[in-house]
């Protein structure tokens, strides 16, 4: 008998209607479906909080803004700027702002949301990193993932510019000298992007880019995401009763549900919450754009800081000349180093995967300490991709501190080379001895702290045998059974040779492999 009223109008429903049935066979897999309950599995309800928020909010502001660069006379409550010449698109923020009854709070809803969402799609790429989780069958995913980070990236920069105030308006002379900075097609990019000479009809050009383009964008790469993660199921880290072939905890309807949807809720409120009482870009603080004007100590949106960042470390007087035409080094490098940093991180799974040479398929993930050359490499990213982000705020790093801009500079440009090999040493060394730990402890059992003497007189301290549970979770993957995986074997051609690739790849699956205390 149907125990909900969601399984009693889908039955009720089903007998008549194709969609009721279809709707019933939903309900009835999603009840016979289990989901993990480690917190990690969270952050993806916090992503399509963010998104929805976003989208809602960027609606209901469509109606009420203009995206025209064209200028016009300020005559709103604002008094400070009553009379000024300004672009319409500022105006019709700034009627936002202060004529539109909640128009504020719904600006700054869509600003924190536009924050947030990169922020929890960065945590869900660090957690599918370290355990392993972009291994096959879910190598697609992980595309899927980065796809809807580099989406919600365009989403914000483009959104950033809308407004038209002074800061967006040095934000976009970044934009424009970085677009002229590359060779041969620099100027037809700007061009493009400008439509004429800086500011040109860039809040045109941008517009449907950031209301039609990337929602849809990200929109069709969550539903794929979704689609995709249904159809491959959820993974599991190891514990008492999981395998590679069941999946252990709550069925999706309707406890996980609720559990999704009382986070969705919660995530919706704080938003509303932050941004009734927090303010976020105050453009009447700032004013409206000028070719002519930066703002002293302007700040890009967190999430952008790295490619800010990326164009302070780069050594001044970075130019040559060849095939009569400058080449800017101050501007391509960033944009290569940046760009081999993100192909990286895309193309890992599958890098992996050729060096390892491990093709199976994987649902229990690994616990971050018995991959230790993984972490590690996820750790030395981390601190390269922090002292990028670091740098575009080393201006006020200098102030606040009292130091030497050129000092911050030259202490972050020595990081960003020996930041990453450190941090790659160390984390490595500590995930090994968290599994030397790990072994000790299934060996010995826990310390009691309880200290009893022997009948031979000897002192000795008692310890408390690991539980079943917390055995099965220390067993599996921690390297007290040989691991399945071997080196790829060295094996040379018919001509007794064996090929510069082949021997990369044998080198690097030894040294992949030997993670083990």
Do not use: K
């Not at 069709?220 to 905890?249: D, K, M």
């Not at 004013?287 to 002519?292: C, D, L, N, R, T």
């Amino acid at each position: 008998m149907p125990s909900t009223v969601t399984d009693r109008l889908a039955a009720s429903v089903g007998n008549t209607t194709f969609f009721g049935r279809r709707l019933g066979d939903v309900v009835a897999a999603a009840r016979r479906r289990r989901v993990p309950t480690h917190w990690s599995n969270l952050f993806g309800v916090v992503t399509l909080a963010c998104l929805v928020v976003v989208t809602l909010t960027g609606l209901w502001l469509m109606f009420f803004y203009t995206p025209s660069s064209a200028t016009t006379t300020y005559r709103g409550v604002y008094m400070p700027l009553h009379g000024a010449e300004v672009s319409q698109a500022f105006a019709s923020t700034m009627r936002i702002t202060f004529d539109v009854p909640g128009g504020l709070l719904m600006r700054q809803a869509h600003h924190w949301a536009a924050l947030l969402l990169p922020a929890s799609i960065i945590v869900q790429l660090l957690t599918t990193f370290f355990t392993g989780a972009f291994r096959r069958p879910r190598r697609g995913m992980w595309v899927l993932l980065f796809l809807i980070f580099i989406a919600a990236l365009a989403g914000g920069w483009s959104g950033y510019a809308l407004p038209d105030d002074l800061l967006s308006g040095t934000g976009l002379r970044i934009t424009e000298g970085i677009a002229l900075g590359i060779p041969v097609v620099g100027t037809w990019v700007a061009s493009l992007l400008f439509g004429g000479p800086f500011p040109g009809e860039v809040i045109a050009h941008l517009y449907p880019l950031h209301v039609a383009v990337v929602p849809a964008l990200l929109i069709a790469l969550v539903a794929a995401r979704g689609y995709a993660a249904w159809r491959v199921g959820p993974p599991q880290f190891p514990g008492l009763g999981r395998t590679e072939s069941n999946v252990v905890g709550v069925p999706m309807w309707p406890t996980a549900a609720a559990r999704a949807g009382g986070l969705f809720a919660f995530v919706t409120g704080l938003l509303l919450l932050v941004s009734a009482t927090v303010t976020i870009n105050p453009i009447w603080l700032y004013g409206p754009a000028s070719s002519g004007d930066a703002g002293a100590g302007s700040q890009p949106d967190w999430y952008t800081g790295f490619l800010d960042g990326a164009l302070r470390l780069v050594p001044s007087g970075w130019e040559v000349v060849w095939f009569d035409r400058t080449w800017t080094l101050a501007i391509l490098v960033p944009l290569a180093v940046v760009t081999v940093y993100l192909l990286a991180v895309v193309a890992y799974p599958f890098v992996e995967e050729w060096i390892t040479g491990d093709r199976r398929d994987h649902h229990l993930l690994d616990r971050p300490r018995n991959a230790p050359t993984r972490t590690a490499i996820g750790v030395a990213g981390i601190v390269f991709y922090g002292t990028l982000w670091a740098a575009g705020s080393a201006d006020l790093i200098a102030t606040h501190f009292g130091v030497s801009f050129e000092g911050v500079i030259g202490a972050l440009q020595a990081t960003l080379v020996l930041g990453p090999v450190v941090a790659f040493s160390l984390a490595r060394r500590v995930c090994l001895g968290l599994q030397r730990r790990d072994r000790d402890v299934l060996l010995h059992g826990y310390e009691t702290g309880r200290i009893v003497r022997l009948p031979g007189g000897e002192y000795v301290e008692e310890h408390r045998p690991v539980a079943a549970a917390e055995r099965a979770r220390l067993t599996s993957g921690a390297g007290i059974e040989p691991p399945a995986l071997r080196p790829l074997e060295l094996r040379p051609d018919a001509r007794g040779a064996l090929p510069l690739g082949r021997r990369v790849r044998v080198r690097m699956s030894r040294w992949f492999l030997s993670d083990r205390a």
